[in-house]
């Protein structure tokens, strides 16, 4: 073969052969196939953590391999623990235990007081959880002399404060005193709140001072005079005709630890909570209160609840005010 002829051929077959590669179809490169994420079943049981019972019925989750529980909200209970067999696992489902503890309910105040609106009695506060039955009844001295009761002596522990007062008809020669005036028999102790003996303070009264009653209340029986936010026993006092002058201590029994003075303007997060003249002062009665609300200023007492002040004489828990 002469070479003409052979390099004839030789394009003759390259060009063939670069047609064929034009036209041919490239295989699939295989591809990378995600796996796909497992998840597995787990069964979550909501239990009191003081009783172990029961609060909810058990909720199921699906969960992926990974993933963390998402613990369920439940009303007046707080989580506080979780107990589970072993590491979560998309393997194999399992039971959870998840326990939780109820909050404290809002308290009832009861309080006894005679006709003209004194004091009979300590006012009692009264605790309990969420939905427990509560039952309040009159003085067993009084209880033939009672005249009215402020709202029904039985009920439930709710958010809000229910202040419950008996009110009796009291005799002349029963009657506690008011802006009455006192002198002192004998050196005596004094006590923060009457008939409680753990309450009594560094200072004492001496004889022969005088002193101005600004209250009194009976307590197992026995008569006390409030001499300005300290209590003595009547046993240790005479009556007084001249009207002695004294500076009254502070009337609150916690101390602000901090005050911020702010001029803001908020809203209540639910229904209206029960308003106070003073932070654990009077309860004042449901009153509307011109929207959006302004707090003047909050404080936070020494037993770290905190509150604002919505006007004069106006009070509430900064808790149930939306942030």
């Known amino acids: ?18 047609k064929t590669a034009e036209t041919t179809i490239a295989a699939p490169q ?32 699906h969960v992926f391999a990974g993933a963390e529980l998402t613990i369920p909200e439940l009303a007046h209970y707080v989580w506080v623990k979780t107990l589970k067999e072993k590491p979560l696992s998309a393997d194999q489902p399992q039971d959870i235990y998840l326990f939780y503890t109820r909050l404290p309910a809002a308290p009832v105040i009861l309080s006894h007081r005679d006709q003209n609106g004194n004091l009979l009695d ?47 008809q009291i005799g002349p020669d029963e009657q506690v005193v008011h802006d009455y005036q006192v002198k002192i028999r ?12 753990e309450t009594k303070l560094p200072t004492k009264v001496y004889a022969g001072t005088l002193w101005r009653v600004y209250h009194s ?5 026995r008569l006390w005079f409030d001499l300005g936010s300290m209590w003595i026993e009547s046993a240790d006092t005479q009556s007084y005709r001249t009207a002695p002058t004294q500076p009254r201590l502070p ?4 101390q602000v630890k901090k005050r911020q003075k702010r001029s803001t303007f908020t809203n209540w997060v639910a229904n ?6 003073a932070p654990y002062g009077d309860v004042l009665p449901a009153q509307d209160l011109p929207r959006p609300l302004r707090i003047h ?10 509150w604002a002040q919505l006007g004069d004489h106006i009070w509430v828990e900064r808790k149930y005010l939306k942030s």
């Open 1 to 18: 073969m002469n070479k003409m002829n052979f390099w004839k051929i030789f394009k003759k077959r390259r060009i063939q052969a670069q």
């Open 251 to 254: 009337e609150p029994h916690y």
């Open 186 to 197: 004998k050196t005596s102790p004094v006590f923060r709140q009457p008939g409680q003996p």
């Open 272 to 277: 209206q909570p029960t308003l106070w003249s």
């Open 122 to 168: 300590q006012p009692q506060y009264l605790f309990g959880d969420f939905g427990d039955a509560f039952q309040v009844n009159p003085l067993k001295q009084y209880a033939d002399q009672e005249i009215r009761v402020t709202r029904p002596a039985n009920g439930y522990f709710s958010d809000f404060v229910q202040p419950i007062t008996f009110y009796y």
């Open 30 to 61: 295989p591809t990378m196939m995600m796996p796909v994420p497992q998840t597995a079943a787990f069964t979550l049981h909501l239990l009191d953590a003081r009783s172990g019972a029961a609060i909810a019925a058990p909720q199921t989750q």
């Open 297 to 306: 200023q909050i404080v936070q007492l020494d037993n770290n609840s905190i």
């Open 217 to 221: 209340c009976r307590f197992d029986h």
